[in-house]
């Protein structure tokens, strides 16, 4: 048989300062975790294209490498970048999944304790 609950006025501001105790830490932890790993790939990407634009350019001005095999190479590692972030959006996607499933798990305990189930 139901149990009998008291009805009560809802605490409103109750549920929303539990819900950012609740949330504040994973949306941290997501924001942390996304921006280190897109602060290391910008950089890998920086430091990779580096070298290889200073080595076309001086072969391109020995004259090692005409203007189109120059923009070629241009383009191919542009190509390449957008295929790793490409990459990296799904495994960032990933990781946005299983911290909305820790957000809903923290929301769904947190109105349970309004309601007095949690």
Same mark, same amino acid.
């Given at each position: 048989?139901?149990?009998?609950?008291k009805?009560?006025? &809802?605490?409103?501001?109750?549920?929303?300062?539990?819900?950012? +105790? !609740?949330l504040s830490?994973?949306?941290?932890?997501?924001?942390?975790?996304?921006?280190?790993t897109?602060?290391?790939? &910008?950089l890998?990407?920086?430091?990779t294209?580096? !070298?290889k +634009?200073?080595?076309?350019?001086?072969?391109?001005?020995a004259?090692?490498?005409d203007?189109?095999?120059?923009?070629?190479?241009v383009?191919?590692?542009?190509?390449?970048? !957008?295929l790793?972030? +490409?990459k990296n959006?799904g495994? !960032?996607?990933?990781?946005?999944k299983?911290?909305?499933?820790?957000?809903?798990?923290?929301?769904s305990?947190v109105?349970?304790k309004?309601?007095?189930l949690?």
């Amino acid at each position: 048989m139901a149990k009998d609950l008291k009805h009560k006025e &809802f605490d409103w501001k109750a549920l929303l300062d539990d819900l950012q +105790l !609740s949330l504040s830490p994973i949306v941290k932890e997501l924001a942390r975790t996304e921006a280190k790993t897109w602060g290391k790939d &910008f950089l890998a990407f920086v430091k990779t294209r580096k !070298s290889k +634009l200073e080595k076309w350019t001086k072969q391109r001005a020995a004259g090692e490498l005409d203007d189109d095999d120059f923009v070629d190479l241009v383009h191919g590692e542009i190509n390449t970048e !957008s295929l790793l972030l +490409l990459k990296n959006k799904g495994l !960032s996607l990933i990781r946005q999944k299983k911290y909305q499933e820790l957000a809903l798990n923290a929301v769904s305990g947190v109105l349970l304790k309004q309601v007095g189930l949690g």
